[in-house]
Nanobody, 115 residues
Framework: QVQLVESGGGLVQPGGSLRLSCAAS????????MNWYRQVPGKPRELVAS???????NYAESVKGRFAISRDNAKETVYLQMNSLKSEDTAVYYC?????????WGQGTQVTVFS
């Protein structure tokens, strides 16, 4: 059974940094497009960053220049380095693995930016 397990969320002050990790199991990780989404209550889930199997990356405008997505195929893990965090980055962050019609989700990790 495919599992995506996120870690690294927590509380941080504005301007601080966090690094999220998502460890995958039971899938051919290297061929999947890996994505990070986030969601706040009452709003749709938002795509934050994605990385293809060729390591091409894409970011939401709101996080460009502050967040960086990367992957380690040997460890079957995708990362999201988040710098210069703002209060509006507060959300539950979800890891997603996508390959065509196949779509898998992690359980989410809370990121709270507070002053």
């Amino acid at each position: 059974q495919v599992q995506l397990v996120e870690s690294g969320g927590g509380l941080v002050q504005p301007g601080g940094s966090l690094r999220l990790s998502c460890a995958a199991s039971e899938l051919t990780f290297r061929v999947y497009r890996m994505n990070w989404y986030r969601q706040v209550p009452g709003k749709p889930r938002e795509l934050v960053a994605s990385i293809t199997s060729d390591s091409d990356t894409n970011y939401a405008e709101s996080v460009k220049g502050r967040f960086a997505i990367s992957r380690d195929n040997a460890k079957e893990t995708v990362y999201l380095q988040m710098n210069s965090l703002k209060s509006e980055d507060t959300a539950v962050y979800y890891c997603n693995a996508n390959l065509g019609l196949k779509n898998y989700w992690g359980q989410g990790t809370q990121v709270t930016v507070f002053s």
